[in-house]
């Protein structure tokens, strides 16, 4: 409640902020209007009777004119912001009512052949769109690929310090959300920005061009200044034909340079206020915020300036300015020196200051996450040798509060292999999902749904949500034999892993499927992995006595109770021994006594 209140105090005063700068945009549109008016009077009155006051006060005129559309386009900007700042707390707010994200589900980055279709962990209502705030590529790749690829421990331990310190600074942390969607990526991407930096003729170096670049200007301006005095063009022709000479021995890589650097100001903007914002956070004894500020503080104002020529180099395409003031100013060469200049001192920088930018908005990402859920924790990492995972009352994070059921567990310790009975809709698929999804964000470095979880880091297989694919001509029996195969693959080379079955070889006979399964559950603890195997087959639990202090038999229960079906979705020792099927059959007529 108190982190909600927090967000309807912001969304209050920035709906107040909005108000206020809507009704000085308005007041200042009438106040533009009035010195336009003014000045095209004082002109008029100039035109027909001219006087040295008249002249003062159309000067006045213009000055506070432009004055005026300058402060107009302050305001807009100043608006624009607060649009997004009053998005941006709205969209927490409905995140904690558990309404969907508004931001980018993810779904592009979802891969049946892994453990995000099982585990539900891109697409929407998904861990991802629960946790993304990113509003640039770099940002959303680098926290797909968190998701998906287990960190070290000693990176996860640095970017657990990290969120702790920047979980605390909620005004940059929103401002960097605001800034990246004030300047999304309408135009494209940056991929052609690193081919423009791997390309080029380095002209600034040429000396010569270096000194006819302001020669022939200041040739062509004096040619200009003669013809107005004398009426003889031959300066003047002489010094726009050496500009256009210049400018044309160069046209075809100054085309091919703008193509490759056109139109990429606004998302340059985006990277670079990023940066900007965040060079302002305080990174307190955290390392790896202390790297990033690093970074951050050279990068923005780079980036800016490459942003602003860009932008100056995009004008070429006016008439005006290709036409009138490259033929006296050689604007084509001054820009494409400009721009050769700022490739030559930071090509080698500027991959690294995209990555910052990922890191730095995934970082944001889960740094929300953890100041939105305060009764989360962070996870410890285990000092046992083997591996180990122990959990206090662990939820999902994607299922409401009032909602999750909440479970101890414990594996690794020295049990390997958990066998899991239950009916039908008991809990075991959710509680899988539950304890895979906890593990993923463990391993990224952020919060777990849990009072306390301690683990090491490992690998995860899934075998859950198979599907068949007519594509490729497979059925759903083989494609599980094979989502199976590469499981044991990946073990034999000795990954740590953690292995989630639930109910396999759904696709045989009952006699053939006990044994399979045994099999299976066979060879998986011959490998260096915790399991998970939940099914239906009673017979699998025998395998307890068979391997004791390997394999443990779990199970969800089911109570029938005055005709009516309940589910604690508690884990808890020994085989299920209640049967739903046959009683939700009667109950639903399918079947009789």
Not at 15 to 32: G, P, Q, T
Not at 280 to 288: C, E, K, M, P, Y
Not at 376 to 396: C, F, K, N, V
């Amino acid at each position: 409640m108190e982190i909600a209140s927090f967000y309807r105090e912001k969304i209050d005063f920035y709906n107040k902020e909005l108000k206020a700068c809507k009704e000085k945009i308005f007041l200042f549109s009438v106040f533009r209007l009035l010195s336009f008016g003014a000045l095209a009077l004082l002109v008029y009155y100039l035109v027909q009777h001219y006087s040295a006051f008249l002249l003062v006060m159309a000067f006045i005129a213009l000055a506070g004119f432009i004055i005026l559309v300058r402060y107009a386009f302050k305001l807009n900007d100043k608006k624009q912001l607060l649009d997004k700042l009053l998005f941006v707390n709205t969209n927490e707010l409905n995140i904690l009512g558990y309404q969907p994200n508004a931001m980018e589900d993810g779904d592009m980055f979802s891969d049946p052949s892994d453990y995000s279709g099982d585990l539900d962990i891109f697409g929407k209502n998904s861990l991802y769109h629960l946790l993304n705030r990113c509003t640039t590529k770099h940002g959303m790749e680098r926290l797909a690929s968190i998701l998906k690829h287990p960190l070290d421990g000693s990176t996860i331990t640095d970017r657990q310090q990290a969120l702790t310190v920047f979980a605390k600074q909620p005004e940059p942390r929103q401002l960097i959300i605001a800034y990246g969607l004030l300047n999304e990526q309408e135009e494209g991407n940056l991929y052609s920005i690193f081919e423009w930096l791997e390309s080029g003729q380095n002209l600034h170096r040429k000396k010569w061009l270096q000194i006819v670049r302001w020669i022939i200007p200041l040739y062509a301006i004096t040619g200009l200044l003669y013809y107005l005095a004398t009426d003889n063009l031959g300066w003047l022709l002489t010094g726009v034909a050496a500009g256009w000479l210049v400018t044309g021995i160069h046209a075809k890589y100054i085309h091919r340079q703008h193509l490759l650097i056109s139109k990429k100001q606004s998302i340059l903007n985006q990277y670079a206020r990023i940066l900007q914002t965040f060079n302002s956070v305080q990174a307190g004894d955290s390392r790896l915020l202390k790297d990033l500020r690093e970074i951050s503080g050279g990068a923005y104002s780079a980036i800016g300036k490459l942003s602003r020529l860009s932008s100056a180099f995009d004008q070429r395409l006016n008439l005006v300015v290709n036409l009138v003031i490259n033929s006296f100013f050689l604007y084509d060469m001054q820009c494409i020196l400009r721009l050769d200049a700022w490739k030559e001192q930071h090509r080698k920088d500027f991959d690294n200051w995209l990555r910052a930018v990922g890191d730095i908005e995934c970082l944001n990402a889960q740094a929300t996450f953890l100041f939105n859920n305060p009764q989360y924790r962070l996870p410890q990492l285990s000092d046992a040798g083997q591996l180990y995972i122990r959990a206090t009352q662990m939820g999902h994070p994607l299922i409401a509060e009032g909602e999750r059921v909440a479970n101890d567990f414990e594996a690794g310790n020295p049990d390997s292999m958990l066998l899991v009975t239950g009916s039908n809709m008991s809990g075991k698929t959710t509680f899988l999902r539950t304890l895979g999804v906890n593990l993923i964000l463990a391993q990224s470095g952020a919060p777990v749904c849990a009072t306390s979880f301690v683990f090491r880091p490992m690998h995860i297989y899934t075998s859950i949500r198979v599907s068949d694919s007519l594509q490729e001509h497979t059925s759903y029996f083989m494609a599980e034999l094979k989502r199976l195969q590469h499981i044991i693959e990946q073990l034999k080379k000795g990954i740590p892993a953690l292995v989630l079955i639930d109910e396999i070889l759904r696709g045989t006979n009952s006699e053939d499927k006990t044994y399979g399964s045994q099999e299976f559950v066979r060879q998986l603890i011959q490998y260096n992995c915790i399991t998970l195997f939940a099914t239906h087959d009673l017979v699998l639990s025998t395998l307890e006595a068979r391997y004791p202090g390997v394999i443990s038999n779990y199970c969800f229960e089911s109570t029938i109770q005055d005709d009516r079906l309940y589910f604690d979705y508690k884990l808890q020792r020994g085989v299920a021994k209640n049967k739903n099927a046959s009683f939700l059959m009667k109950q639903m007529g399918i079947i009789t006594d």
